[in-house]
């Protein structure tokens, strides 16, 4: 796998420069892996699914801010030659989207928002749990207990398996990140093509989160998927590749 201002990353089609390039943003304490191969390897699509600094396969410390890690994004774009992009974000990858497309709108061309919010409050046990080495695995278990609906045992325990082999102090600082967030009032701001999508069953970013998004992003719309949770894209990988696939498809692209 390659990398780019020191962030490993999955590549598709990285050369097909008819296509727009979509950039996949993980959620906190996930990697390129948070994505399913069926989105990763969508047919004719340019995309890249890099691993945040500190996640999955790359080097570095993690942030306690989303903002840093929009200057990781831009660093690892302007690495590539890469201008502007579609950022697809899930969760916490959501967040660094949105921050990204507020302060820098020239910069991008679409926004895919999964399992999002304008606001990413974190519950205190959660926070307390993770802030604290000993109780790490339990912390773990809370968020993919919340994450899931029940339809998903098996995807559940691999995902599990994965945020475990992340440094407790880097999930730590991802969630507060995430309780810091907070761009509720900036919204209006934003009026760039954007898809929503939120599991049904979504607790850890209710689907209020995601009605809150499509009511003050000019154009925004939401699609709710299913018997899914925060999780959706691993719950039902299909019906989001698809949802994403017709966005991209309909986004008029300059080669």
Known sequence: MPTAAS???????????????????????????????????LPDQRIFA???????????IGHHAVEDYVHDLFEFLSELKIYSAILVGHSMGSAVALSAAIHFPERIIALG??????????????LHAA???????SAVQMIHNASFSSQSSRTRELSTQRMLETRPTVLYGDLLACDAFDVMDQLLKLSLPTLIVCGSDDRMTPLRYSEFLRDHIAGARLEVVPQAGHMVMLEQPDLVSNLLADFFDSIAYPP
């Open 7 to 41: 962030l490993y990353y999955f590549a598709h089609e990285a050369n097909n420069r008819s296509r727009p390039p979509v950039v996949l943003i993980h959620g906190a304490g996930g990697s390129h892996l948070s994505w399913p191969p069926h989105l990763r390897r």
């Open 50 to 60: 890099p691993d945040l600094p500190a996640h999955g396969k790359s080097e570095g």
């Open 113 to 126: 928002l999964i399992g999002s919010g304008a606001r990413l409050r974190v519950a205190p046990d959660l």
């Open 131 to 137: 802030s604290d080495p000993s109780t790490f695995e």
